[in-house]
């Protein structure tokens, strides 16, 4: 598997995802403006945090133990099995705390209780969306690209058709509607496609879970249980600050700002995820993680400035073409974001390393300091700047990010 192919493949994934996801941001802003992107951002983040653990977070070692034992098929059929034990397991529990509490999470994501049956729903639906992230992890790690790339470009259609009509029956309700129903229906899709390449392998005995298979499991959960949280969960609490000092229109702008960033950034996120981890897994020579690290670096780093520079000359166009004209002060805050962006995508390229080599307190502790630092900086910065401080403070961040891991990796990038 290629770096470039793999590119391709992962960008054409990307290129529909986002195309999709800026066609309903456009929709969303038509019918609710800046105030309905910023609940439909909340949710957002809501549900990684709950999705994550409803699948107990071990997609990243799904992918790394099924490249290692793409050859070994019983080591094989015990992942899986396990794999779907914790999920099945994991995904109970969440869908009883989202039920039974959602009142109290509509009143925490909304400030409103009338948002609560979209909690139940989330609850209902749960499980099939954590069943279709194991079903992707397994593709992944058994290197189907193209298979991984036309399903996620199946979902994303999918997942827009069901979007614009229910936002044109229900505005902000539909929306919501659409985030929840979605994240579970594009579960019976992977399922026709994967049936021969992956379930095969399933022996259906996942009531009899591999101990030491949870083990090697725990690992990779707790460091995905911190990644999809720590930074969901910050933006949250700045949400919240930004809606709070200064109004609810502001954190909508804020929020249409994130949505871009996330989208250009996904087309990186897939290819790291779908290239580096199976191949950085697969090898153990210090030396030839260096240069796979190196190359990577110099593939992806001129490829993702290109990519900024043309996003920030194009600002206003985008703007335009994405959101209306309610959404202009937004143009001010996207130098600091892009620029903290391309820090945060080369400090992904050596996340994935400690991934691979499930450096796990290495991890957590990146990932929650980066946190931490961007809430503290942006309520400090917010208040000195204004809606512009939120992204300087996202650009300082991953400054900061980047340096720590050269420091961490030192010794493997540096020494011949």
Not at 329 to 345: A, Y
């Amino acid at each position: 598997m290629k770096l470039v192919s793999t590119t391709i493949f992962s960008g054409i994934s990307a290129f529909v995802k986002i195309s999709a996801g800026f066609i309903s941001a456009k929709v969303i802003s038509a019918f609710a403006g800046p105030a309905g992107i910023a609940l439909v951002g909340s949710l957002t983040n809501f549900m990684a945090v709950m999705l994550s653990l409803a699948n107990g977070s071990v997609t990243s070692g799904i992918v790394k133990y099924t490249a290692e034992y793409k050859n070994d098929r019983r080591k094989s059929k015990i992942l899986y099995d396990t794999s779907i034990f914790v999920s099945v397991v994991c995904s109970f529990i969440i869908s009883l705390v989202l039920i039974v509490f959602a009142e109290h999470w509509s009143k925490t994501i909304f400030h409103d209780v009338k948002y609560k049956f979209v909690i139940y729903l989330l609850g209902i639906g749960i499980i099939f969306y954590s069943l279709n992230t194991i079903l992707l992890a397994f593709l992944n790690g058994l290197g189907y690209i193209k298979k991984f790339t036309i399903i996620n470009a199946l979902s994303s259609v999918f997942t827009l058709a069901i979007t614009i009509v229910l936002i044109y029956y229900y505005q902000i309700f539909g929306a919501l509607y659409a985030l929840v129903v979605t994240q579970f229906a594009v579960f019976f899709v992977a399922l026709l496609l994967v049936w021969k390449k992956v379930l095969r392998n399933i022996s259906f005995s996942f009531l009899k879970p591999d101990f030491k298979t949870l083990k090697n499991l725990s690992h990779f959960s707790v460091m995905a249980i911190v990644s999809s949280s720590a930074m969901p969960i910050s933006q949250i609490i700045i949400r919240n600050y930004i809606t709070k000092e200064m109004n609810l229109d502001s954190a909508g702008i804020w929020q249409g700002l994130i949505r871009i960033s996330d989208g250009y950034l996904l087309m990186i996120q897939i290819t790291l995820g779908t290239y580096f981890l199976p191949k950085l897994s697969a090898i153990t020579d210090r030396f030839a993680i260096r240069k796979e690290i190196i190359d990577g670096l110099k593939f992806l780093a001129p490829l993702f400035l290109t990519m900024c520079t043309v996003i920030y000359f194009t600002r206003y166009l985008i703007i335009d073409i994405l959101y209306s004209e309610e959404f202009y002060p937004m143009e001010e805050l996207f130098f600091w974001q892009l620029t903290g962006d391309f820090f945060k995508v080369i400090s992904m390229v050596f996340s994935y390393l400690m991934i691979s080599k499930v450096m796990t307190k290495a991890f957590i502790f990146m990932e929650i300091f980066a946190a931490v630092l961007y809430v503290v900086l942006s309520c400090i910065l917010i208040n000195l700047m204004g809606l512009q401080g939120s992204t300087f403070a996202f650009f300082v961040t991953y400054a900061v990010c980047f340096f720590l891991m050269l420091m961490i990796f030192r010794k493997t990038l540096f020494t011949k």
